[in-house]
T-cell receptor, first 109, second 113 residues
Framework: DAKTTQPTSMDCAEGRAANLPCNHS???????VYWYRQIHSQGPQYIIH?????ETNEMASLIITEDRKSSTLILPHATLRDTAVYYC??????????WGLGTSLAVNP | GAGVSQSPRYKVAKRGQDVALRCDPI?????LFWYQQALGQGPEFLTYFQNEAQLDKSGLPSDRFFAERPEGSVSTLKIQRTQQEDSAVYLC???????????FGQGTRLTVV
């Protein structure tokens, strides 16, 4: 079973920031927080990962709480192409990722 | 190639037929993974290779499922005597080292009729 919980669905207006929450209260000290997304009929796409510090790359920012029990993925300026299912995963490495149902994000014009 | 390539993209098999699904990982990637994704669900881990060694096959649902990567590059997932519950998208991913991002192919959609 997945070790993370995410809202089933979210909406966001195009051009606004999308903030996707994830709870992972049982995360172990050596486990990373990975975020992937899956656009319809495509394979998953890596977005970002972090251990305990906040991370930023060209796609998104990852904010991890100090106790590491939750995190938020931020898409700063959502576009229609960001409509996808977003998965938050805890894992010590990428060897065996346990996926939940993710959050279905709809970006609306 | 530029990314992970899987073939065929779509496969329809009659129940009881054997199928073979191919994965071409990104050149030089040591790690290769297979996942199964049922409709409306997240991917589920099947098996993992490091070079030609199959280090984890704990997710293979039955002995009808077999995966190989004989030369540490291309991998094949074989399903014998397919059943309707095998209908799913089969995803392959590769990565250069553990702990970094995994690159996924577009998957093979298997439909067993």
């Amino acid at each position: 079973d997945a070790k993370t919980t995410q809202p089933t669905s979210m909406d966001c207006a195009e051009g606004r920031a999308a903030n996707l929450p994830c709870n992972h209260s049982t995360i172990s000290g050596n486990e990373y927080v990975y975020w992937y997304r899956q656009i319809h009929s495509q394979g998953p796409q890596y977005i970002i990962h972090g251990l305990k510090n906040n991370e930023t790359n060209e796609m998104a920012s990852l904010i991890i709480t100090e106790d590491r029990k939750s995190s938020t993925l931020i898409l700063p300026h959502a576009t229609l192409r960001d409509t996808a299912v977003y998965y938050c995963i805890n894992a010590g490495n990428n060897r065996k990722l346990i996926w939940g149902l993710g959050t279905s994000l709809a970006v609306n014009p | 190639g530029a990314g992970v390539s899987q073939s065929p993209r779509y496969k329809v098999a009659k129940r009881g037929q054997d199928v073979a699904l191919r994965c071409d990982p990104i050149s030089g990637h040591v790690s290769l993974f297979w996942y199964q994704q049922a409709l409306g669900q997240g991917p589920e881990f099947l098996t993992y290779f490091q070079n030609e060694a199959q280090l984890d096959k704990s997710g293979l649902p039955s002995d009808r499922f077999f995966a190989e990567r004989p030369e540490g590059s291309v991998s094949t997932l074989k399903i014998q005597r397919t059943q309707q519950e095998d209908s799913a998208v089969y995803l392959c991913a590769s990565s250069s080292v553990l702990g970094t991002e995994a690159f996924f192919g577009q998957g093979t959609r298997l439909t067993v009729v």
